[in-house]
């Protein structure tokens, strides 16, 4: 399930006056609210409850990943992809930090009456382009229309299945204290190319989204670390400081971070600064984050460095004793501050 649940998080107000909000979708502490008190019991079971980025499913001698995701950009073409895209490169992106190499999706459109076909179209080429470019298949799917005003334009959901080796295992419990944490690159392309496309303003610099298939460096890292490898995840919606206290609560381990250590791409940081924002909640959809052995950072962060997505991997940070389920930045004026959960909607619509 791409969002996590935080059950010390309670949703505000007696039930019966309780109405969604845009933030129950941000990724952030609204949103695992939302999934700890009303969704998670209503379907509660062994694997739902891991609450990962895909399903991993025993069927006979043969392990399967199964993950779905649902994409309502807006605006749905931004400098550097398109829903289209986007959509693809997710799926495949949450099949592939669950150790799986991707092999099919399946796609549902939800279209708004009187769209032109011309954009429909530009849409599915990306779709199957990005598939193609990524040696998946498109097997499946569904089409609705809805009345105009029903919906915004078009709305994209995706699954995949993936097949994961035997020898892959992967999930917060492996986590131990002094465990390096590694950021694949630059952090909050995403979100503000989107951002920049909805808002049109300009910066001083092009930013452009950095949506991109993940299954080869993930495979890569997967090779190069070995038992070494402890948790992978895509920081999408609530950035870097969503995954790293997922991280930390389902560890029950704190993790340390040094904020000047993470990379960040000088118009994405001029423009959090001129927004407010904190570049650790801005959202990517080409990024990974992945907790590794000691003794395993140095053959996996040579091996991310040498692919083109992970060319500006860094360590950030490690895992400590200290402040179980809670994250600590140090500045770059030394001191430390704690990187909560975000409570509100950063931007609606990132993915």
């Known amino acids: 399930m791409k969002d996590r649940a935080d059950s010390s998080r309670q949703l505000p107000g007696p039930p019966e006056e309780r109405r969604i909000q845009l933030s129950h979708g941000s990724g952030g502490g609204m949103s695992h609210a939302l999934i700890s008190e009303l969704i998670l019991p209503a379907f509660d079971n062994p694997e739902l409850r891991r609450l990962a980025d895909a399903a991993c499913l025993n069927l006979g001698d043969t392990r399967l990943a199964f993950t779905t995701d649902a994409y309502v950009v807006d605006p749905l073409f931004f400098p550097g992809g ?40 530009a849409v599915l080429a990306s779709m199957q382009k990005a598939a193609q470019y990524a040696g998946v298949q498109i097997v499946a799917g569904d ?22 080796e035997r020898s892959i295992q ?49 495979a890569g890292i997967l090779r190069d670390g070995g038992t070494g490898i402890r948790i992978m995840r895509d920081p999408t919606r ?4 969503s995954t790293l206290n997922e991280f930390a609560l389902s560890a029950h381990k704190g993790i340390r971070i040094e904020e000047t250590a993470v990379p960040v791409r000088p118009a994405v940081r001029a423009a959090c600064d001129l927004l407010g924002f904190d570049p650790l909640n801005v959202a990517n959809e080409g990024k990974l984050v992945v907790v590794v052995a000691p003794e395993a950072v140095e053959s996996i962060l040579d091996g991310m460095r040498r692919h083109p997505l992970g060319a500006e991997a860094a360590i950030i940070g490690e ?24 409570m509100g909607e950063l931007l609606p619509r990132i993915c």
């Open 170 to 218: 992967l999930g917060p419990e492996r986590m131990t204290v002094g465990d390096k944490i590694i950021v694949s690159g630059t952090v909050g392309d995403h979100g503000i190319a989107v951002l920049v496309a909805r808002e049109a303003f300009s910066l001083s610099g092009a930013v452009e989204s950095d949506t991109a298939p993940l299954h080869e460096l993930a």
């Open 319 to 342: 895992v400590t004793p200290d402040r179980p389920g809670t994250v600590t930045a140090r500045t770059a004026l030394g001191a430390w501050r704690l990187v909560d959960l975000p």
């Open 82 to 121: 398109d829903i289209g895209t986007l959509a693809v490169n997710g799926t495949i992106n949450d099949l592939a930090v669950s150790g799986a190499t991707p092999l099919w999706l399946s796609a549902s459109l939800i279209i708004e009456e009187g769209l032109p076909f011309s954009i429909l179209s």
């Open 143 to 164: 089409t609705k229309v809805v009345p105009r005003g029903k919906a915004d334009k078009v709305f994209v959901i995706t699954s995949g299945i993936g097949r994961i």
């Open 238 to 241: 609530g950035g870097l400081a």
